[in-house]
């Protein structure tokens, strides 16, 4: 990166807590770019996604973590290892707190893990500030300070934003900022994520079989992208992206609730996740989704292995 100025700083920062709480949609405001995948579904993000913001002063590495919560399988034991493991690597924690619920216990329990982070400064970061009326949204910022006080942690800031109206993500990545150490930066200028694409199309082709199943279904639900190869003998000016996936689920009942009547509702699947994989990658894509079983992955340490946790 070219004229940096003489304060230029650089750093991670992660966006922990728990499940529901608006982190993806935080990082990807803050980013500008969509980067992790959102769903109404809990536990929609498995693993720890970076999204770089550039800037003229500073390169701010975002790091969003999967929901911790109290878990009920091996996947969620590996996915609350993954938070624990980022927020001890980080220079500035951001915890999420919904505007529109009070904290409850998930909340308490996070911020009493996060006081014994000393040596990192954590920011309460109040989302969804759009749902809720401004008398309302004094009484939870109120509610946040309380929750620190009983945890022992002193908030570094307490800041109100949303991610949808983009009210007070400047703020936001201001006080990030200058809680980063001064360097260089730490990624080409341009550079949004260092994930691998095959990580990202993964997840798309995740994001879009989450709409609209029952909620038991979410969990079960994980993709492995085979193949990624661009067509041979094709125009240079008409390009194709073959792209071959595995759909896994824990039983044969769930196969059946992917695929749909007749094919019907994996056809909407890859129909969705086209799309979107066509808008990151830049150009067209035909897409292969095979869905297939794999039971009871969630406890299984080798099968977790072969899927990626």
Same mark, same amino acid.
């Given at each position: 990166?070219?004229?940096? #100025? ?33 769903? @109404? ?42 938070? =624990?493991? %980022? ?10 707190? &919904? ?33 809720? =009326? ?11 300070? %309380? ?17 949808? @109206? ?14 980063? &150490? ?5 990624? #080409? ?49 008409? &390009? ?60 299984? #340490? ?8």
């Amino acid at each position: 990166m070219t004229g940096q #100025p003489e304060t230029f700083r650089s750093g991670f920062a992660c966006v922990v807590g728990r499940p529901n709480t608006g982190k993806s949609t935080l990082t990807n405001a803050l980013v500008g770019e969509k980067l992790a995948i959102t769903s @109404s579904k809990p536990q929609t993000t498995r693993h720890a996604v970076r999204g770089i913001v550039h800037r003229r002063d500073a390169q701010l590495v975002l790091v969003d973590t999967p929901g911790l919560h109290r878990p009920r399988t091996l996947l969620g034991q590996r996915l609350n290892d993954v938070v =624990r493991e %980022t927020w001890a690597q980080v220079d500035v924690i951001a915890l999420c707190l &919904p505007a529109d619920e009070r904290p409850g216990p998930g909340d308490r329990l996070i911020t009493a893990e996060l006081a014994r982070v000393r040596r990192t400064p954590t920011l309460a970061v109040v989302t969804k500030t759009d749902r809720v =009326r401004p008398d309302d949204l004094a009484a939870h910022l109120a509610a946040v300070a %309380t929750l620190g006080a009983e945890a022992g942690l002193d908030w570094a800031e307490v800041v109100p934003v949303s991610a949808v @109206s983009g009210d007070r993500l400047g703020l936001l990545a201001d006080l990030l900022v200058a809680r980063l &150490p001064p360097g260089p930066a730490l990624y #080409p200028d341009g550079e949004l994520t260092d994930e691998p694409q095959q990580t990202l199309v993964a997840e798309l082709i995740r994001e879009a079989a989450l709409e609209g199943v029952r909620d038991e279904l979410p969990h079960s639900i994980a993709v492995v992208v085979e193949e990624m190869v661009a067509r041979e003998g094709r125009p240079a000016d008409r &390009p194709l992206l073959d792209v071959r996936a595995d759909l896994y689920v824990e039983r044969d009942s769930q196969k059946g609730i992917v695929i749909g009547h007749g094919g019907s509702r994996l056809r909407e699947v890859g129909v969705r996740a086209r799309g979107q994989i066509e808008a990151l990658l830049g150009t067209p894509v035909f897409l292969d989704l095979r869905v297939r079983v794999a039971k009871d992955w969630q406890r299984d #340490p080798k099968q977790l292995r072969r899927l990626g946790f």
